[in-house]
């Protein structure tokens, strides 16, 4: 079996789970709170060179000792030792903290639904939330139901990318020119398949973990 003939075939077998963890996505933005999406995007800071269940972990711990909205950098860093780079992504933490809330209250749904397209609402995060990427900041739209344009281009990804033959090499780092060149490279893929760009990076999940986590 080939490799694109194996994308296939895992796609077939999984399509199902995939469209039901979508389906979670949006629902998580259309009925969860706005502390719930801010623990998104407080996962998606922590994810850079860190396993993506223990950065979910940290997330559920600072939740748990009521740190997530309140903890200073200090008390943050102690919490997270599962992420890589827990002080600088603590301060990271605290500082988008300050860019979504509004006076005293947390406003971080609203703001995203303003956004002409998913492409804007990217720009906005990369450019204002520090420790924010691209592929965080995708990765962050797609968690919360706005994933259907946009890719996530983490190591992941990129490797099956190569094995495919979309992409030459794995790029040692990632510009936005080259983010958005692959990103296009990766849609043309999808298209030529036939699965949905949001539904092919969870299918090379699922070959590289065994698992459809987020």
Same mark, same amino acid.
């Given at each position: 079996m080939n490799s ?5 075939s895992?796609y077939?077998?999984i399509?199902?789970?995939?469209e039901?963890?979508l389906?979670?996505f949006k629902?998580?933005?259309?009925e ?6 801010f ?5 998606c800071?922590l994810?850079?060179q860190?396993?993506a269940q223990?950065?979910?972990w940290?997330?559920g ?5 009521n ?11 102690k919490e997270?030792n599962k992420a890589?780079?827990?002080n ?5 933490i605290v500082e988008a ?8 209250k947390? *406003?971080?749904k ?6 002409r ?6 720009e906005?995060?990369?450019e204002n939330?520090?420790?924010i990427?691209y ?8 968690n919360?139901g706005f994933g259907? *344009?946009i ?5 992941h990804?990129?490797? *099956? ?8 090499e794995?790029p040692i780092?990632?510009s936005?020119?080259?983010?958005l060149e ?7 893929f999808a298209?030529n398949? *036939?699965?949905?760009l949001s539904h092919?990076?969870l299918?090379f999940?699922y070959?590289?973990?065994?698992e459809i986590f987020k």
């Amino acid at each position: 079996m080939n490799s694109i003939q194996q994308i296939k075939s895992i796609y077939k077998e999984i399509r199902p789970k995939i469209e039901s963890r979508l389906a979670e996505f949006k629902q998580l933005f259309q009925e969860g709170t706005e502390k719930d999406i801010f623990a998104e995007l407080v996962f998606c800071i922590l994810t850079p060179q860190s396993k993506a269940q223990s950065c979910w972990w940290c997330v559920g711990n600072l939740n748990e000792k009521n740190l997530l909205l309140k903890g200073t950098p200090k008390e943050i860093a102690k919490e997270i030792n599962k992420a890589r780079f827990k002080n600088n992504k603590a301060k990271y933490i605290v500082e988008a903290r300050k860019k979504v809330f509004s006076g005293d209250k947390l *406003n971080i749904k609203s703001p995203i639904t303003q956004f002409r397209n998913v492409q804007e609402a990217r720009e906005w995060f990369v450019e204002n939330i520090k420790g924010i990427g691209y592929k965080e900041a995708s990765h962050f739209l797609r968690n919360i139901g706005f994933g259907k *344009n946009i890719a996530i281009l983490d190591r992941h990804i990129l490797r *099956n990318l190569k094995e495919l033959g979309v992409i030459r090499e794995i790029p040692i780092s990632l510009s936005k020119r080259k983010y958005l060149e692959i990103e296009m490279q990766m849609k043309e893929f999808a298209r030529n398949v *036939n699965i949905p760009l949001s539904h092919l990076d969870l299918v090379f999940w699922y070959k590289e973990t065994g698992e459809i986590f987020k």
